[in-house]
């Protein structure tokens, strides 16, 4: 039997992208549903409930949510490119960092978006980019996933694109060079990656995303 | 990786965070050395060990520290082979098991939350709040024994401890409004593993108290 795979999601999202990376990583072939958050489909209602939101992705019928917890499952269905580490202790780590970006980084970065790039805002910002930046040079490696992309690469997206689309749209600096020359590095190159180059949006449509903000 | 040796966990007797951890090692048998943690004093040790968020629970393993209760009980479940399982086998369950931990995280904690800090009249709507979230996972229940699957496991655990605050703050009427959680809550104190990890309601009220009393 051949396996049905659906994602419901919104292009321009930094979370929907997050699947449709994994998925091409993988190599697994899928049907996307772009879904319009003003109008939300009644197959998204039946199959996230709780919330309603995206991404959801459907595997012959059985419905995961939250893009977390759909990386994982797309890492334990299907094998080939490892999206987490094999070892327990780094699988952790690398679950830590995918939270923490969620959590503290991605908020306090909209946060200082919303603001126009207000000082104090910036500020917090950079407070949680610079445990990123940290983590890069610790590693020493071209990813958080070590030599391949990983779980908090693909979970970092927002970073590497929208970051510079929101500086771009809105002529604000939240990245500058000087403070996080690895994060940069590390946005070059993921961004170049040819799955996830697939995976992500055109830039120019973060950039109109942003304009309307 | 079958070594009960070296593992520490920093911890704070009253964290439902802490709990999930403890209930987790106890399921497994895991020996640990307990060490409680003042948070108007952290050691050196805690600071060295999670500089990111400065917080317990922390497992401290052969060195080595895993933070986030949710993603600590993920790793016990890994490092320490021996059954129970913590997680179900098949993907979609296990999807299924984090997704309601994340859950809790979210919902339950935050609008348990409120009412701990809320008083009178707005403490009553919070209340109604919880209800609401807890009625959801009355839903996720339905018949079944545990949240997922047919085991107890991570869902179960990150959920567990904050029955002892619905327990402590009396008149939350789980029984009426969520009967099949009710149950369950009962199912799971059976456990010894979850039974000798939670504190006593009484502590949690006495605590609760002792703190408003300090205005905090």
Known sequence: MSDIVKLYA??????????????????????FIQEDLKNKSADLIKYNPVNKKVPVLVHNGNPISESVVILEYIDEVWKGVPILPQDAYEKAQARFWARFVDDKCIPAVFKAMVSRGEEQAVAEAHVQMQFLENELKAKGKKFFGGDNVGLVDICASYMALWVGAAEEALGIKL??????????????????????????????????????? | MDDDDDVILLDLWVSVFGQRVRIALAEKGVHYENREENPQNKTPLLLEMNPVHK???????QGKPVCESNIIVQYIDEAWHQSPSLLPSDPYLRAQARLWADFVDKKVYEAGKKIWRTEGGEQVAKKEELIEVLKVLEGQLGEKPYLVGGSFGLADIA???????????????????????????????????????LPHPHKIYEFDQKKKKNGQ
């Open chain 2, 159 to 197: 959920l567990i401890p904050f029955s002892v605050w619905f327990h402590a703050f009396g008149k939350m009427n789980i029984e009426r409004e969520c009967p099949k959680l009710a149950a369950w809550v009962n199912r799971c104190m059976e456990r010894e593993a979850v039974s000798k990890s």
């Open chain 1, 10 to 31: 919104f292009r321009g999202s930094p979370y929907s992208c997050r699947p449709e990376i994994a998925l091409k990583l993988k190599g697994v072939k899928y049907e």
């Open chain 2, 55 to 61: 917080k317990i629970p922390v497992l401290i393993h």
């Open chain 1, 175 to 213: 990245m500058p060079k000087d403070k996080f020359p690895k994060l940069i590095e590390w946005s070059d190159n993921y961004i170049n990656c040819p799955a996830v180059k697939d995976g992500l949006p055109p830039r120019e449509t973060v950039v109109g995303i942003y304009k309307t903000l």
